[in-house]
């Protein structure tokens, strides 16, 4: 099956500092990358949607000069946290839909500490 | 608003007990219905899913029922096994860009 990938798993900064975090499908082509976000015993929340080449469509309540969202080619997305605070401390998601398919690949996640 | 809720775990069944994890949607239209399933470690794989009311998702021994009048899609297994033992969620979409999910039930499956 679809394999994405995520790096790094776990990453731990200072606040006010930024964290880029990776998001790859590793044998197909993803046009379109989701990001989630997951606080413990909580939903998964779609905080935005991606498509190559074009801007980041981002969910009601998230910050888009927080969160920056890159999908520059149609192997990779990336999102950047910026100016990390402590209440950005969770755990990120991301998935991947390629063209010919209607199903979303997810990766493993990424486990943002803030302190 | 749409909104998808799950029973709250861990379930904690022994080996060959009858599985069953209920879901219930809240939803303005007629969404696909999903079951997602996080084993350790990994990332979140589609276990099963059901497009429109009666049908029936099934794989790996899940099945799941899309029920339009009680608003469910209780996920249920005859006989688990130990390494079942993973996170299930439960989760709708209109269409498949975007998915609502439930909070996600832990199973646990020992011996």
């Known amino acids: 099956g679809a394999v994405v990938s995520q790096h790094p798993s776990r990453v731990i900064c200072k606040s006010g500092t930024s964290v880029k975090i990776e998001c790859r499908s590793l044998?197909?082509?993803?046009?379109?990358m989701f990001w989630y976000r997951q606080f413990p015993k909580q939903s998964l929340m779609l905080m935005a949607t991606s498509n190559e080449g074009s801007k980041a469509t981002y969910e009601q309540g998230v910050e888009k000069d927080k969160f920056l969202i890159n999908h520059a080619s149609l192997t990779l997305s990336t999102l950047t946290v910026t100016s990390a605070h402590p209440e950005d401390s969770s755990f990120y998601i991301c998935s991947a839909s390629g063209v010919n398919t209607d199903t979303q690949y997810f990766g493993p996640g990424t486990r943002l500490t803030v302190l | 608003g749409d909104s998808v809720t799950q029973m709250e775990g861990p379930v904690t069944l022994s080996e060959e007990a009858f599985l069953t994890i209920n879901c219930t949607y809240t939803a303005t239209g007629y969404p696909s219905l999903f079951w997602y399933v996080q084993y350790p470690g990994e990332g979140l794989q589609l276990l099963l899913k059901a497009t429109k009311a009666d049908d029936k998702g099934s794989n790996k021994g899940f099945e799941a029922t899309y029920r339009k009048e009680t608003t469910s899609f209780h996920l249920e297994k005859g006989s688990v096994q130990v390494s079942d033992s993973a996170v299930y969620f439960c989760a709708l979409s209109y269409n498949t860009d975007k998915l609502i999910f439930g909070t996600g039930t832990r199973l646990q499956v020992f011996p």
């Open positions: 044998d197909f082509q993803a046009t379109t």
